[in-house]
């Protein structure tokens, strides 16, 4: 089962952030919810501060923002904790 040490978080190439912007847009306020990925989630925050925590707990996190290019594995079950409002450009596998 993956864990958020599989969450790939890094900058785009300059091809992947113009398909990006192709992609639908999801937003969330300030919030904390559990999540489970059903499919390979790739996504470009806009606005916004993330940590991912995993789902139990396993004492691991990753965290990203503006400009971070992020793909969460199919199967990850996590609890995102929102601690500034995000927007995100997302696409799945």
């Not at 925590?53 to 990203?64: C, E, L, M, Y």
Request: aromatic share 12%; charged share 30%; hydrophobic share 30%.
């Amino acid at each position: 089962m993956p864990t958020v040490k599989d969450v790939i978080v890094r900058k785009p190439t300059a091809e992947e952030a113009k398909t990006c912007k192709t992609w639908p847009t999801w937003s969330c306020p300030v919030s904390e919810f559990e999540w489970e990925y059903t499919q390979t989630e790739k996504c470009l925050i806009l606005e916004g501060k993330v940590t991912v925590t995993d789902n139990p707990d396993s004492g691991r996190s990753v965290s990203f923002g503006p400009g971070d290019y992020v793909v969460f594995p199919e199967g990850l079950k996590c609890i995102w904790k929102v601690t500034a409002p995000v927007r995100k450009h997302y696409d799945f596998d």
